[in-house]
């Protein structure tokens, strides 16, 4: 178990971030400490990893929750499984899953033309 502070450091969120997690209801700690403290295990960490990676891209943290479940649905029908077949009976966390892929993939090309962008605003900037 690790505590909040920790988990900051690790994910590189801040306490403030973590604790809205928490009130919001998008990712609360697994467990208490006796004094009260906020306890993160390590399947927390790695959650709070995937909605940290999809802050830059603009989710919502309704979007951010639902991919939350959606990989809880795919991690419990693969369990014990090789995850091989068509939709492996949840085909509507299947299609979920396409539509975050998709979008991340927008998101991630809309990023990559304002780089450029700013790229060049910098070496116009530059030869002035």
């Not at 973590?18 to 919001?24: A, F, M, Q, S």
């Given at each position: 178990m690790h505590h909040i502070g920790a988990v900051a450091?690790?994910?590189?969120?801040?306490?403030r971030t973590?604790?809205?997690?928490?009130?919001?209801g998008l990712l609360r700690p697994s467990a208490r400490s006796e004094g009260g403290f906020r306890l993160y295990t390590e399947s927390d960490v790695e959650r709070l990893l995937l909605i940290r990676r999809m802050k830059p891209l603009g989710f919502s943290l309704e979007e951010?929750?639902?991919l939350l479940r959606v990989a809880d649905e795919l991690g419990a029908e693969g369990a014990g499984r090789d995850g091989v077949g068509a939709?492996?009976?949840h085909p509507g966390a299947r299609g979920r899953l396409a539509?975050?892929?998709a979008a991340a993939e927008e998101r991630r090309a809309d990023l990559a033309r304002k780089l450029e962008m700013a790229d060049e605003l910098i070496a116009l900037l530059h030869r002035l």
């Open positions: 450091e690790r994910t590189g969120l801040s306490l973590l604790r809205h997690y928490d009130e919001v951010m929750a639902d939709d492996d009976g539509a975050y892929v």
